[in-house]
């Protein structure tokens, strides 16, 4: 059988190296790139589950820093969420560059579309045409994949951007800035360089504003920028299947996708060593479906939110920060709204709020 997977990133090298445990599975990527790695379109911090809860050995040379929490800002006012080892701030190039040894990858060549034939398709890219029983679309927020092959999708693309510069760092906690509609950040990749980022409507102004206002100063060493897809979309139609961004497997509170992607693609690489392709989208949505659609819904209640609102909330969540310390979960956010939301002091002061965020949460 020939498999052939759109997108050579961490989500589709994971998805390949699972399936050649079956030998008679003909295993082929495409990649529009030059090489693995690049260009870099996240940020970069992962939780320690990834590493933790993958089926195979990861490279942990790539992992450059281990963050123990964040420092929370909301105006002038911050709190510190401490959690020892929570996440690793990684050199994608080589985490990538990993995940892809040993296998069949042709980069420089681009999907252009496909075509059904008899009981699979032939793909066709820039060097050519390729025959394939399952075709799987690994290829990021704007997905070919998904477009050519008529997916029904509700999504809206955010912008980021990231600059990587020389300025230290007293400590190895995330800075996360909250600054409605979305949020920026700082991530120490070691004491003299970070990672400053932003997501926006003008994320390049508004990163070079942020880091005026907060006066972050230093050489900018490179400049990264990224799409990333929130809602729905389908992700299975006959023998074509979408994983990770493409299928947006993301966390809609914290636009983050590798955990969820690589989760997914073990779910898909079940299905198809057992031959039961027809339960992926039920699978994956049974594991993440629930999640993702609880943070679409506190996203758009966030969005409704005033200031003075938001500030309240904010005080709320600093003098319950030891609830967070203990019961944040970095995969799985609902888990921690719905606490909050359901504890007496919260619901007491936020009235009408805390209605609304119940309501978001159950009825997910």
């Known amino acids: ?15 390949a190296q699972l399936l050649k445990i079956n030998s008679n599975l003909n295993i082929k990527i495409i990649e529009e790139h030059h090489a693995l790695g690049k260009p870099v379109h996240c940020a970069g911090l992962v939780s320690k589950e990834v590493f933790g809860h993958s089926r195979i050995n990861l490279n942990h040379k790539s992992i450059l820093n281990t963050i123990d929490g964040a420092q929370i800002f909301f105006g002038k006012d911050s709190f510190y969420i401490k959690r020892k080892s929570v996440a690793f701030v990684i050199d994608r190039e080589k985490f990538d560059q990993h995940l892809g040894e040993k296998l069949s990858i042709d980069f420089n060549t681009r999907f252009i ?40 999708e509700n999504i809206e693309y955010l912008k980021g951007v990231q ?37 926006s409507y003008n994320p390049y102004q508004d990163l070079l504003d942020f880091l005026r206002e907060n006066n972050v100063k230093g050489e900018i060493l490179e400049k990264f920028a990224g799409t990333v897809p929130l809602g729905t979309c389908q992700t299975q139609k006959e023998n074509i299947f979408l994983i990770g961004d493409a299928a947006c497997q993301v966390k809609p509170l914290t636009q983050g996708g590798i955990y969820y992607g690589m989760r ?53 969540l600093k003098k319950n920060k030891i609830i967070l310390e203990r019961f944040a979960d970095f995969e799985n956010h ?14 007491d002061f936020l009235g009408g709020i805390f209605i609304s965020i119940i309501k978001s949460i159950d009825r997910a």
């Open 1 to 15: 059988m020939k498999i052939l997977i759109v997108g050579a990133g961490p989500i589709g090298c994971y998805l």
């Open 113 to 152: 579309g496909l075509e059904k034939r008899k009981k699979g398709f032939l793909v066709e890219t820039d060097k050519g045409g390729f025959y394939t029983d399952i075709l799987i679309g690994a290829d990021g927020a704007n997905s070919t994949v998904r477009k050519s092959a008529e997916f029904r």
């Open 163 to 199: 600059f990587r510069l020389r300025y230290k760092m007293k400590n190895n906690f995330v800075q996360v800035y909250l600054k409605k509609p979305f949020f920026a950040w700082i991530i120490p990749e070691s004491t003299q360089i970070v990672r400053a980022g932003i997501i």
């Open 264 to 316: 997914c693609a073990e779910i898909l690489a079940d299905c198809i060593l057992k031959k039961r392709l027809y339960e992926y989208e039920k699978r994956w949505r049974e594991r993440f479906g629930e999640e993702i659609n609880v943070g679409l819904k506190i996203r758009k209640l966030y969005l409704t939110l005033n200031d003075r609102d938001i500030a309240k909330i904010f005080r709320i």
């Open 334 to 347: 609902s888990r921690m709204f719905s606490f909050l939301a359901k504890t007496l002091h919260i619901k």
